[in-house]
Nanobody
Framework: QVQLVESGGGLVQPGGSLRLSCVAS????????MKWHRQAPGQERELVAS???????DYVDSVKGRFTISRDNAKNAVYLQMNSLKPEDTAVYYC??????????????WGQGTQVTVSS
């Protein structure tokens, strides 16, 4: 079993910043790709940012230049630094982590979600 715990969401004014964290724990042998998704009310979940095991990153166009994804392999953690936040960034943010368990079984786990609200 692999569990993800997210933290860092909250209420922020437009132009502000937040840093989301997601830590994985359990029977983890190795971690591959790590991702952040978000889902706004009435909308489908969308991929916001991803980071591969080699550090390669990718972003949806709407957050390029404002958001930065990073990872700490020693802590099994992934982060999302969000700057210059806009009201349209308001959503529940979910982390996703894939990898191998200690029994060499593939896993893919989601975090519980953390609310980000950008409003004045």
């Amino acid at each position: 079993q692999v569990q993800l715990v997210e933290s860092g969401g909250g209420l922020v004014q437009p132009g502000g910043s937040l840093r989301l964290s997601c830590v994985a724990s359990g029977v983890i042998a190795s971690i591959g790709g790590m991702k952040w998704h978000r889902q706004a009310p009435g909308q489908e979940r969308e991929l916001v940012a991803s980071i591969a095991s080699d550090g390669f990153t990718d972003y949806v166009d709407s957050v390029k230049g404002r958001f930065t994804i990073s990872r700490d392999n020693a802590k099994n953690a992934v982060y999302l630094q969000m700057n210059s936040l806009k009201p349209e960034d308001t959503a529940v943010y979910y982390c996703y982590v894939g990898g191998l368990t200690t029994t060499t079984t593939d896993f893919g786990s989601w975090g519980q979600g953390t609310q980000v609200t950008v409003s004045s």
